[in-house]
């Protein structure tokens, strides 16, 4: 099933440079980018973002560090493109995520973990909203995208 996913390169991603790298992952596994944008997330929405931690120790410490320098959103749909995301980025804390994925090739600390990923279908929704209005989101089909996965 065709899924869509939120996809933020945190501060740390952006300034270390790894932009197109991050990006580069997505393309070359033959997910299919509808929405990206750079921001400066501001401090409601980073709050409305980061909701599920409100009670957690390190809420603000999350919330001060997305609002500290643009973000890289994007929106990306392919087969299972939720949980595909999530095991391309790496478990939470780069010092136990493995090696080949985001975090554990480029992170140390789990605070600068350099990205965000929709943990489900329905979140998903929710956060590609937050971050997205709906006429910055594009229709388009990718040249070849049936030599990746067949159409729904
Ligand atoms: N985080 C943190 N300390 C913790 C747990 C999480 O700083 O002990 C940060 C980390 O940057 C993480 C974010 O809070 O990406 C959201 O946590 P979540 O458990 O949702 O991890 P994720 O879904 O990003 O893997
Ligand atoms: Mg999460």
Redesign the pocket.
């Given at each position: 099933m065709t899924e869509r996913t939120l996809v933020l390169i945190?501060p740390d991603g952006v300034q270390r440079g790894l932009v197109g790298a991050v990006i580069g992952r997505f393309e070359r596994r033959g997910l299919h980018l509808v929405g990206l944008k750079l921001l400066r997330v501001d401090r409601l929405v980073a709050e409305r973002h980061?909701a599920?931690?409100r009670e957690?120790p390190?809420f603000a410490?999350?919330v001060d560090?997305i609002t500290s320098s643009p973000v890289v959103a994007m929106a990306w749909e392919g087969p299972g493109a939720v949980g595909l995301v999530?095991t391309m980025?790496g478990?939470?804390?780069p010092a136990t995520a493995a090696p080949g994925t985001i975090r554990g090739d480029f992170g140390v600390d789990?605070?600068?973990?350099l990205v965000?990923?929709s943990?489900g279908v329905a979140r998903a929704a929710e956060e590609v909203a937050l971050f997205f209005r709906p006429e910055e989101l594009v229709t388009w089909e990718r040249a070849g995208q049936e030599w990746v996965a067949p159409a729904d």
């Open positions: 945190k980061y599920e931690h957690r390190f410490a999350v560090f999530r980025m478990a939470t804390n789990v605070g600068q973990n965000h990923g943990d």
